[in-house]
């Protein structure tokens, strides 16, 4: 399924955990329904570090819905690292990373080569 949208319920919802676990960065995989990122994904076993997360995709579980993943960086650049690229890669999907001041226009969407990408935001 194309993704072509995203919550605004979740974008907040999104900031509001990168906020929590500042200055650790959060990381999920994420829902979609209909073409629209709308859920968290919290996997068992996921660590939060504060200069790289983990995820134990392995704790996954065999669901279609999944569209990708959504990261924080604790800094105000929300472009992906190589290693973010990296794991975009080996995960498809749509990857979303979010940054200080963790607000509704500090996130950006990337596909699994870390392009960035257009969604548009569903209220």
Request: charge should be negative; aromatic fraction near 14%.
């Amino acid at each position: 399924m194309k993704i072509n949208a995203i919550s605004i319920d979740f974008i907040d919802g999104f900031n509001e955990a990168a906020r929590s676990t500042y200055p650790d960065e959060f990381l999920c995989m994420t829902r979609q329904f209909d073409g629209v990122i709308t859920e968290m994904l919290m996997l068992p076993g996921t660590v939060f570090g504060d200069e790289h997360s983990f995820l134990n995709t392995w704790m996954a579980p065999i669901d279609y819905s999944i569209a990708g993943s959504a990261h924080s960086h604790p800094g105000y650049c929300n472009m992906p690292s190589d290693a973010d690229k990296d794991f975009f890669g080996n995960m498809g999907g749509v990857h979303l990373i979010t940054c200080q001041p963790y607000d509704r226009s500090s996130w950006q969407a990337y596909d699994c080569h870390g392009e960035p990408i257009e969604l548009e935001i569903v209220y």
